[in-house]
């Protein structure tokens, strides 16, 4: 197994998944000459020719459009935003097209599409740039959801996205990038969509994650292990399909779970693994499941300010020990 | 609020070009106005259905802009594709879709094109390149360029026709496609169906500039005029078009003026606040259907008889189309959850509803 980074990873899947098929290809801003803004695509302008790696102009509706219709003519493009902060210009085509194609068409075409690029905040990019989308991709039929957390996952999950015959929405993260981890060689390292991973075993405590926040839920469970306690983490890795097996097992182990996620909680991914979970969980729980989020405001600049707004490692901590009734606050 | 002047007519129609007729056989013009009449009699049926409840929801229809479905598309190819808004019932039939299965999808049966999930704005044929049927204004038109992108990743020669209404250009939608299409050398052709109404709303009045043509070249992209109450001037222009995207991979923006007889949908009156009775009348006074036949008739190529049989025809199946959708079922329930995935994947629950409305 090799030592690479997360962006290195994307790399190694896309150009894998390019060579296997000659359909699949790369769009995006920037994505060709530049090399990637954050150089997830070095090089394969080069290996690949300009008809596969395709830069755009800055106009994300049209090219995130432009995929959809190739996809219904054959195609199985990879849509890169340079983040999902500017999809949103975009959504008319990915919800409103993408994602009903195959129900409006009475299953005459489908829409094999990736949509791909990087979520939530990184630091201090204030409102427009900081924002954790995966509830509102998550809410619609006819969407698939991944979010990778590691270098291994980025791999396996966006070759699995790559060879998804619907339209499947891979949010990664700009402090992600730069992660390094174990990941296995070999084209056929696929992960399928809809299983998730139990990043950290613990009998006390589920706490449950997806993407990026499963590293501040792994700092949280090092913190709640010094005070003797021993927290699970499970990592969805899939929002849509959602491996709820997986999560309603290890709460049966532990009674007791915290929902951390980077968006909001108003409607967010905690909402409704929570409402699912008292219809699955009820019996299984020793107290109500708690969860952690970003503060409900725009993401703000100063620095003091965003680190109030993010979650945090000991907001879980304390999260984890309230549904232990420990250390009441 | 001041607006601008009201547009001049469009000019004279050069009609089929230099021969006369367009220099088709008998054949294909008998071809084009039974497709146009085609056109005309399924809409007709398509009111009284939707008259008597048969139809619901949105049912947008066609009457008066038949020449520019038929005109545009006998310059096509059968493999070429078409991409389209919800305006489109005529597009479909004239595409290759049956009007069994067209009439079928707007009675929402399972016999439909989309087994009754689409319904009126949502027609699609993969077995003709039929790409819909899409109900949002302009965001078919990213969905065109695609479609001609993937045509021209894979080598092919064929086309794309794109259809919009006037109403769509103003869409950020329809100038990213048209400089995507232009920068890219992408083999599709834009044809602005421009009936001068966006729901209620004239052109003038909604548009800084009135001759949509001339927004082209803001995309160093050629374009042309089409008289689309003129169904050979239409199949000339496109024709042009067609051949400059099939060989050179160059695309066109076409503006075709028309007028539609009708309300914008079955739900909103033909004339009132927004339109005259007089003006539909005068745009009556040019139906392309009648236009066609006096140009047949003084060109020699169609008798009382023939147009006779041909209306006939048309009649009598779209009669058939009415009775064969009323006769098929409705979608059984357990249509309500295919067709959302094409891959339900091994693992992991994707429906988060499925449990409370099907097992209990």
Redesign the interface.
């Known amino acids: 197994m090799a030592v690479i980074t997360y962006r290195e990873a994307l790399n190694q899947a896309m150009s894998e998944e390019m060579e296997r098929d000659p359909n699949v290809?790369l769009m995006g801003e920037e994505v060709g000459l530049y090399n990637g803004a954050y150089k997830v695509s070095k090089g394969m302008l080069e290996k690949f020719g300009e008809?596969r790696v395709v830069d755009?102009?800055i106009?994300e509706?049209?090219?995130?459009?432009?995929?959809?219709?190739?996809?219904?003519?054959?195609?199985r493009p990879c849509i890169e935003f340079m983040t999902h902060n500017f999809a949103i210009l975009a959504w008319?085509?990915i919800f409103?097209?993408a994602a009903k194609v195959?129900?409006?068409?009475?299953?005459?075409?489908?829409c094999?599409i990736v949509f791909r690029g990087p979520t939530g905040a990184a630091l201090q990019l204030s409102a427009q740039h900081s924002q954790a989308l995966e509830a509102s991709y998550s809410h619609f039929?006819?969407l698939?959801v991944v979010t990778p957390g590691t270098p291994a996952d980025a791999k396996g999950l966006l070759k699995a996205a790559i060879r998804?015959?619907?339209p499947v929405i891979v949010l990664e993260a700009e402090m992600l990038y730069n992660l390094k981890g174990e990941v296995p060689d070999g084209d056929d390292f696929v992960i399928?969509?809809?299983?998730a991973e139990i990043k950290r075993e613990g009998g006390d405590v589920t706490i449950l994650t997806h993407g990026k926040m499963i590293h501040i839920a792994l700092q949280a469970s090092q913190k709640l292990e010094k005070d003797g306690v021993q927290a699970e983490v499970v990592d969805l890795r899939?929002l849509?399909?959602?491996?709820?097996e997986t999560i309603t097992q290890s709460i049966a182990k532990t009674n007791r779970a915290v929902y951390l996620e980077e968006g909001w909680t108003y409607a967010g991914i905690g909402a409704?693994i929570v409402a699912?979970l008292q219809e699955e969980s009820f019996d299984d729980l020793d107290a109500p499941i708690l969860r952690v989020f970003q503060a409900d405001v725009p993401m703000p600049y100063a620095k003091g300010l965003e680190r109030a707004a993010k979650p945090s490692a000991d907001r879980v901590v304390d999260a984890c020990n309230r549904v232990l009734y420990r250390n009441e606050r | 609020m001041a607006t601008k002047e009201k547009a001049k007519p469009v000019e004279a129609s050069r009609n089929g070009g230099a021969e006369p007729l367009g220099g088709l056989a008998k054949e294909q013009l008998h071809l084009m106005l039974y497709q146009m009449l085609q056109g005309r009699r399924f809409e007709e049926k398509a009111a009284e259905a939707y008259a008597i409840g048969k139809i619901g929801g949105f049912c947008h229809l066609y009457i008066g802009q038949e020449a520019v479905a038929v005109g545009a598309f006998a310059a096509l190819r059968p493999d070429d594709y078409v991409v389209t808004a919800y305006r489109e019932h005529v597009q479909a039939l004239v595409k290759g879709m049956s009007s069994r299965e067209v009439m079928a999808e707007l009675y929402g049966r399972r016999d439909g094109s989309s087994k009754g999930k689409g319904g009126s704005m949502h027609l699609y044929s993969s077995k003709v390149n039929f790409l819909g049927g899409w109900g949002i204004v302009g965001g078919q038109i990213p969905l065109g360029t695609g479609v001609a992108f993937a045509i021209k990743y894979k080598g092919e020669d064929k086309v794309c026709l794109c259809f919009m209404g006037e109403a769509a250009v103003n869409q950020g939608a329809f100038h990213e496609s048209l400089n995507m299409a232009a920068l890219w050398k992408l083999p599709v052709i834009f044809i602005v169906e421009n009936n001068r109404f966006g729901m209620g709303t004239a052109w003038e009045r909604a548009s800084s500039l009135y001759d949509i043509s001339q927004k082209a070249a803001a995309y160093d992209m050629p374009s042309a005029v089409a008289d689309g109450m003129d169904v050979l001037d239409m199949r000339r222009v496109t024709l042009e078009a067609v051949d400059r995207a099939r060989k050179d991979k160059i695309p066109t923006l076409i503006e075709a003026r028309c007028h539609r007889f009708m309300g914008h949908s079955m739900s909103d009156p033909v004339h009132g606040v927004y339109r005259t009775k007089e003006d539909v009348e005068q745009a009556k006074a040019r139906d392309p259907i009648h236009t066609f036949i006096v140009q047949l008739r003084d060109g020699g190529v169609l008798s009382e008889e023939e147009l006779k049989a041909i209306d006939e025809r048309v009649q009598a199946e779209c009669e058939d189309a009415a009775q064969f959708a009323d006769q098929s079922p409705e979608p059984g329930i357990e249509e309500l959850y295919t067709d959302v995935y094409r891959v339900e994947n091994e693992h992991g629950r994707l429906f988060f509803d499925r449990k409370n409305r099907l097992e209990t």
């Open positions: 290809f008809m755009t102009p106009t509706l049209g090219f995130a459009g432009l995929g959809v219709g190739a996809a219904m003519a054959g195609l008319d085509q409103n097209s195959l129900y409006m068409t009475g299953g005459q075409y489908n094999p039929p006819g698939k998804d015959d619907d399928p969509l809809g299983v899939s849509r399909p959602l491996d709820l409704t699912t």
